[in-house]
């Protein structure tokens, strides 16, 4: 009996089999960005950029600096630094693999900075403060995203190495409130203000907090019972399990203020002396005792209002004296003028700090080995709330930050005898004559060098079409005029068209002429928009 054959059927199984079992093993990646990440885009950069810009400038009209730090640094930098039992060191840093010393991403700023001024020495020469820097860029947490709360998110932030004094502490906050108020943004939040003493201070409230926990240890959360088994009991203070919040809320609790020394309370009463002297109101919480009277100098267009937080401790070890945040208010968002409701804002309660810092002077001293005391006192912001605030007060209030967009202006080049034939003859692309393209090139780029700078965006489209693809293309990008470059018109004369998108007007012109005749009707057409 003849043996089957199988060559056609192993032909044709044998490639698919093998494809389907690759394919199982070595999937192809997935679109998604990974989670608690974003791709972002044109708009969104654009936006970005220019809000970076904003910051920057108004930094640096303070004698503050840029400075640039890797990002990843050493994991025992962090360690030291933030604190063992912290959650960002315990549980929240990306390490790098296979590194030695071991590498992680960073997950905050002030480390690295006192880190790079160490290594350059300013930090170590008195004689060389103050230093004022500021940095902007990327750090990486492992939180549970949230709207407002991601694994990769920009920070701008500002550090004031080498300043020991409180009066540096309301310059440091009175940054802050500079560049909110640059954004537009003051008024909607409220600076909430502490003081966690010197050392001496903060060890009698931390034994104090610790035996008045004692008794309700079993209704605290198992988060916050390891925390006072390591000696982190100050993190019980702002922790948002329900559970501990409960506890934290007896009227019996002792207070942080209580358990200051003569110096530390001098040293706050005076910070908030000056604050109120400016003009920042104190408002709710428990009344801070300052000296000045509050609402008048300095900030009388655009009152601040300051409560004092006993509670606010700040979730990194190096903190003390002046602890610091900028929280969105309450009631959030703008009155929404539609429905005369009080908007809550996009960002949550627990995200609503878009600004914190505060004073750190033992951070030079723990990372150096004892061997360089340095004052400082700094705050970082989230970009990436800023932004949510922003496009939520655009929406509320139509007042927009953002300058109006560049006026778009396509130039293209037009196969005017449908000659489009992918390949075809005459020299140029898909048919059209090299001489229209060049022609086209010449009229773009002296566009785009004739002075107007940042206001002029000129496209062009290089997939030739007939002009109906070619003025889709241009309404597709929203162009306002369009430099239409054909053949038959430039045989007649050197004449190309331009044209009004929006009034339809059409102009035959010499191409020596573009620039001015475009400049002309740029001119005339109406309101631009914004980003
Ligand atoms: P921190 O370094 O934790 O003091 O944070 C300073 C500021 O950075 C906060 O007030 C937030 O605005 C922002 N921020 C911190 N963590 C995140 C995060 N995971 N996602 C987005 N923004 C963040």
């Given at each position: 009996m003849p043996r089957p054959n199988y060559n056609g059927f192993k032909r044709t199984l044998h490639p698919l089999l093998c494809r389907f079992l690759s394919a199982k093993k070595n999937p192809p990646p997935s679109f998604h960005p990974p989670r608690g990440t974003h791709d972002t885009f044109h708009a969104t950069n654009r936006k970005r950029r220019h809000l970076e810009r904003l910051l920057q400038t108004t930094i640096e009209k303070h004698g503050v600096s840029e400075i640039k730090t890797p990002t990843f640094d050493h994991r025992s930098l962090f360690d030291r630094a933030l604190g063992a039992t912290t959650d960002v060191v315990s549980k929240e840093m990306y390490s790098l693999d296979h590194t030695d010393p071991p590498l992680v991403?960073?997950?905050?700023g002030t480390a690295s900075v006192a880190r790079a001024l160490l290594h350059q020495g300013t930090a170590t020469q008195p004689h060389l403060w103050p230093c004022k820097v500021w940095y902007s860029g990327s750090f990486y947490r492992r939180e549970r995203p949230q709207k407002g709360r991601y694994r990769q998110f920009d920070q701008f932030g500002v550090e004031l190495v080498g300043c020991g004094t409180w009066m540096d502490d309301v310059e440091c906050i009175m940054m802050g409130h500079d560049v909110l108020q640059r954004l537009g943004l003051a008024p909607y939040v409220e600076l909430r203000l502490n003081s966690l003493g010197d050392q001496e201070s903060r060890t009698r409230y931390k034994e104090t907090l610790t035996e008045w926990l004692r008794p309700y240890m079993d209704e605290l959360s198992d988060t916050s019972q390891t925390r006072i088994r390591n000696?982190?009991?100050?993190?019980v203070l702002d922790s948002k399990r329900p559970e501990d919040r409960q506890v934290m809320a007896r009227d019996d609790r002792p207070l942080m203020s209580h358990s200051w020394n003569a110096a530390s309370k001098d040293h706050f009463e005076k910070v908030v002396g000056m604050l109120r002297e400016v003009g920042v109101m104190v408002d709710g919480g428990e009344e801070v005792e300052g000296e000045g009277e509050g609402g008048k100098g300095l900030l009388a267009s655009n009152p601040m209002t300051m409560v004092h937080d006993e509670a606010l401790v700040r979730g990194l070890d190096y903190y003390c004296h002046t602890a610091f945040e900028f929280v969105v208010k309450e009631s959030g968002g703008k009155q929404n003028k539609k429905n005369k409701k009080k908007k809550k804002s996009v960002l949550g309660r627990q995200q609503g700090t878009v600004l914190a810092g505060g004073r750190y002077d033992q951070l030079y001293s723990v990372l150096s080995g004892g061997k360089h005391d340095v004052p400082a006192v700094g705050w970082a912001l989230g970009m990436d709330r800023i932004a949510l605030m922003l496009e939520e007060l655009e929406e509320d209030t139509a007042e927009s930050l953002w300058p109006l967009a560049p006026v778009k202006i396509a130039v293209l080049p037009v196969g005017d005898k449908g000659?489009?034939?992918?390949?075809?003859?005459?020299?140029?692309?898909?048919?059209?004559p090299a001489a229209v393209l060049s022609t086209a090139l010449r009229i773009g780029h002296g566009l785009r060098n004739c002075g107007e700078g940042d206001d002029w965006d000129v496209l062009t489209n290089n997939d030739v079409g007939r002009l109906k693809q070619q003025m889709k293309f241009a309404n597709r990008e929203a162009c306002e005029v369009v430099v239409l470059v054909g053949e038959d018109e430039l045989d007649q004369g050197g004449c190309v068209s331009v044209k009004n998108m929006a009034t339809s007007e059409q102009v035959q012109v010499e191409v020596g002429q573009v620039v001015e005749v475009v400049r002309k009707m740029v001119s005339r057409s109406g309101g631009r928009a914004r980003w």
């Open positions: 991403l960073r997950p905050e000696g982190d009991v100050l993190r000659a489009m034939v992918c390949g075809g003859g005459g020299g140029g692309s898909g048919g059209v």
